[in-house]
């Protein structure tokens, strides 16, 4: 089993159509989210990163800076991958990638995260902030690096 995470670049047009893919599948398919609030004015200015399971597209995410500091979003892994490390590997990809950003330094890293993704980002030392709220009528937290 061969599993690579990598970012995608921006004029990369073939491989941002596979990670928008993946999202569509797992956000506004499978999980009933508004294509209109999945796909939204950041995607350009967000960095984009695309994980493979011997070379298939399996999972997504992004990151970008916001107001409040780096946001970590939109992470999606097709349900045939799941429980196999795709999500913990595009967590360190993207926190990786972050810190190598020197304008991410001293900015708050934080995350909208779906309630059963919770564990998964608590391994990273994410911590819940305030109450549950619901977004596209999903149940998440707001979590940031402690």
């Known amino acids: 089993m061969k599993l690579e995470v990598e970012k995608v670049a921006a004029e990369d047009q073939?491989?941002?159509?596979?990670?928008?893919?993946?999202?569509?599948?797992?956000f506004v398919v499978e999980q009933k989210v508004p294509a209109e609030a999945e796909y939204d004015e950041f995607e350009e200015n967000?960095?984009?990163?695309?994980?493979?399971?011997?070379?298939?597209?399996?999972?997504a995410a992004r990151w970008r800076f916001t107001e409040k500091g780096v946001k970590l979003e939109r992470f999606a892994v097709l349900?045939?991958?799941?429980?196999?490390?795709?999500?913990q590997s595009m967590v360190k990809a993207v926190l990786l990638d972050i810190q190598s950003d020197p304008k991410s330094k001293g900015k708050m890293k934080?995350?909208?995260a779906q309630l059963d993704a919770v564990p998964?980002?608590?391994k990273f030392k994410f911590e819940k902030v305030g109450?549950?709220?619901?977004?596209c009528n999903i149940l998440?937290?707001?979590?940031?690096l402690a």
């Open 120 to 122: 998964l980002y608590t």
């Open 110 to 112: 934080y995350l909208n």
């Open 140 to 144: 998440h937290y707001q979590m940031q």
């Open 131 to 135: 109450d549950v709220f619901e977004e």
């Open 46 to 59: 967000s960095t984009h990163f695309l994980a493979t399971l011997d070379d298939e597209p399996v999972g």
């Open 79 to 87: 349900k045939e991958a799941r429980g196999k490390g795709v999500g």
């Open 14 to 26: 073939d491989r941002l159509k596979k990670v928008y893919a993946i999202r569509k599948q797992v």
